[in-house]
């Protein structure tokens, strides 16, 4: 199982909570939070964390709420909307000012990133050593050379394709423009002095496995670029390079728009002087910005996405509640609307309508009847005929199931199935009697699922029809109720497919079964 952790960054607020499921842990000022983050900044309930158990599609993950905080909570640089939850992912950061979090799930491995450990040294610096703040220099005052270096690592990093692609582009192009032995993209793993090394030209170990980074230098370069340099006499860059003939080092952020997505590192064994250290860091800085950018771009999208898919688990939850309250009001057309559904894709893929309406068919046969929550169950139920009246509350389903549906933007595409799935080839149906071609191809493809569902189920007022009875019917009716070569088409796909969704007992018997 998945172990969850949020864990301040170096240099931050220090902080670590370990996520237990079920939950939900609440964050904020509060004493009685789960997590208490003491500082007015938050808000007495800021947010919560909830537990989405695993299913034998998707692995289990930790959903982040904001409460209608008043500072806010951000993942990845997104200002999450007030009561819209965000499934978290191993890597996310998480800021709630002034706390900020990365998101480790200590049994994931990050884009397929080996994890080594920084040499076990004291902070202090070795003598002859200093590592220092430098400023990145504009690229207007670049060489020519190095311009045409930039613009060829703009084209690739802007080509890569993902992350892994970006950090490869990342640490070539800046190997090629500045020449340093070792150049490495890391992202700390918020685990003791772990970092994952996500791309290196060279190599960054020492012999024994660990990286030779200092750790004082990748902490301060959380705020901003740092080189360390060695005099002539003085040894290594500090206590962890010990032994490492390693003369010059920058550490650069590679960040975008509040979201930090590692180091870039550069090392080699070549004595600089000050100016030209300073210029390689500016041209390393100046292919960061380049990459973060790209990133940031990517994350961006991702998120959107993520967002999207929430949003639309969330309408399907909402939906399929809608069915379920629906199916409970008759036992006898229980499991109707999901039948249809599958008796609908399976006519749009025999007519070779394609993958779109394919999925559009079996979304328009989920929610056609979801207008009968406003029909009193009584009727529904109802084991003898309807009379006039009764008949007539019962075909108002399809206009209330289209103004349900109507102010939903998922679903506008699924409107003309559901509003006309009882209309009739011949003009004979309902809500408008339209005719003929004048049905969208929608409603007459769910029409016909929907009539072969209903007289291959039992209802309250009719035992099930013989499948054999059903199709010889279907046949009779092509160009007076069905689309005639719809209806061929439906007449053409195999019994046994059909069989495999029709149900076989009336509830009265399924329940005898159960007993």
């Known amino acids: 199982m998945a172990e969850f952790w949020l864990i301040s960054p170096p240099g931050n607020k220090d902080a670590r909570f370990q996520l237990a499921s079920p939950g939900p842990i609440s964050i904020?000022?509060?004493?009685?939070?789960?997590?208490?983050?003491?500082?007015?900044?938050?808000?007495?309930?800021?947010?919560?964390?909830?537990?989405?158990?695993?299913?034998?599609?998707?692995?289990?993950?930790?959903?982040?709420?904001?409460?209608?905080?008043?500072?806010?909570?951000v993942v990845n640089g997104m200002r999450l909307s007030p009561g819209k939850a965000l499934p978290l992912q191993h890597g996310d950061q998480i800021q709630i000012a002034p706390w900020n979090f990365d998101?480790?799930?200590?049994?994931?491995?990050?884009?397929?990133?080996?994890?080594?450990?920084?040499?076990?040294?004291?902070?202090?610096?070795?003598?002859?050593?200093?590592i220092e703040r430098v400023t990145i220099s504009a690229p207007a005052t670049f060489a020519q050379n190095q311009l045409v270096l930039l613009l060829q690592s703009n084209?690739?990093?802007?080509?890569?394709?993902?992350?892994?692609?970006?950090?490869?582009?990342?640490?070539?192009?800046?190997?090629?423009?500045?020449?340093?032995e070792n150049v490495a993209f890391v992202r700390s793993t918020g685990q003791g002095e772990a970092v994952d090394v996500l791309a290196q030209v060279g190599n960054i170990q020492d012999p024994s496995g660990k990286t030779r980074m200092s750790r004082t230098m990748l902490r301060q370069a959380r705020e901003g670029p740092v080189v360390a340099k060695a005099n002539a006499t003085g040894g290594g860059i500090a206590m962890s390079l010990q032994g490492m003939d390693v003369r010059r080092a920058i550490c650069i952020p590679v960040e975008f728009a509040g979201a930090l997505f590692g180091f870039l590192y550069l090392d080699d064994s070549q004595q600089r002087d000050d100016a030209m250290l300073a210029e390689t860091a500016s041209v390393a800085g100046a292919v960061a910005r380049m990459?973060?950018?790209s990133l940031g771009n990517q994350q961006r999208a991702?998120?959107?996405?993520?967002?999207?898919?929430?949003?639309?688990?969330?309408?399907?939850?909402?939906?399929?509640?809608?069915?379920?309250?629906?199916?409970?009001?008759?036992?006898?057309?229980?499991?109707?609307?999901?039948?249809v559904a599958i008796y609908a894709k399976m006519l749009a893929e025999a007519a070779n309508l394609g993958?779109?309406?394919?999925?559009?068919?079996?979304?328009?046969?989920?929610?056609?009847?979801?207008?009968?929550?406003?029909?009193?169950?009584?009727?529904l139920r109802k084991p003898s005929r309807l009379t006039a009246e009764e008949f007539a509350q019962i075909t108002v389903h399809p206009e209330a199931?289209?103004?349900?549906?109507?102010?939903?933007?998922?679903?506008?595409?699924?409107?003309?199935?559901?509003?006309?799935?009882?209309?009739?080839?011949?003009?004979?149906?309902?809500?408008?009697?339209?005719?003929?071609?004048?049905?969208s191809v929608l409603g007459r493809i769910i029409g016909i699922a929907d009539c072969f569902d209903a007289m291959t189920s039992s209802r309250a007022y009719r035992p099930a029809r013989e499948i054999g009875e059903v199709l010889v019917e279907i046949e009779k009716c092509l160009g007076k109720h069905f689309d005639p070569e719809l209806g061929k088409v439906f007449l053409s796909i195999p019994v046994h497919k059909l069989l495999e969704h029709i149900v076989t007992a009336s509830p009265a018997q399924a329940e005898q079964k159960s007993i």
């Open 28 to 73: 904020g000022r509060e004493i009685s939070c789960g997590i208490v983050l003491a500082d007015r900044a938050v808000s007495r309930q800021h947010a919560t964390l909830s537990w989405t158990p695993p299913t034998t599609q998707e692995p289990g993950s930790w959903r982040l709420e904001d409460l209608g905080s008043s500072g806010g909570t």
């Open 103 to 130: 998101v480790i799930d200590q049994q994931s491995s990050i884009n397929g990133a080996r994890t080594i450990v920084m040499s076990a040294a004291k902070e202090q610096q070795q003598e002859g050593t200093q």
């Open 155 to 180: 084209e690739a990093i802007h080509k890569a394709k993902d992350e892994s692609a970006v950090y490869e582009a990342l640490v070539n192009a800046v190997s090629k423009s500045t020449r340093f």
């Open 291 to 293: 990459a973060a950018q």
């Open 302 to 339: 991702r998120m959107e996405q993520r967002l999207a898919m929430e949003k639309q688990l969330m309408f399907e939850g909402f939906t399929h509640s809608l069915i379920l309250t629906i199916d409970a009001k008759d036992p006898y057309t229980r499991g109707h609307s999901e039948r």
């Open 355 to 379: 993958p779109e309406m394919m999925e559009l068919a079996y979304r328009c046969g989920r929610v056609h009847d979801i207008g009968k929550i406003n029909v009193p169950g009584d009727l």
């Open 401 to 439: 199931s289209y103004k349900i549906l109507h102010p939903i933007p998922q679903m506008r595409d699924v409107l003309p199935g559901v509003l006309e799935h009882h209309e009739k080839w011949d003009g004979s149906g309902y809500p408008n009697k339209l005719v003929g071609e004048k049905i």
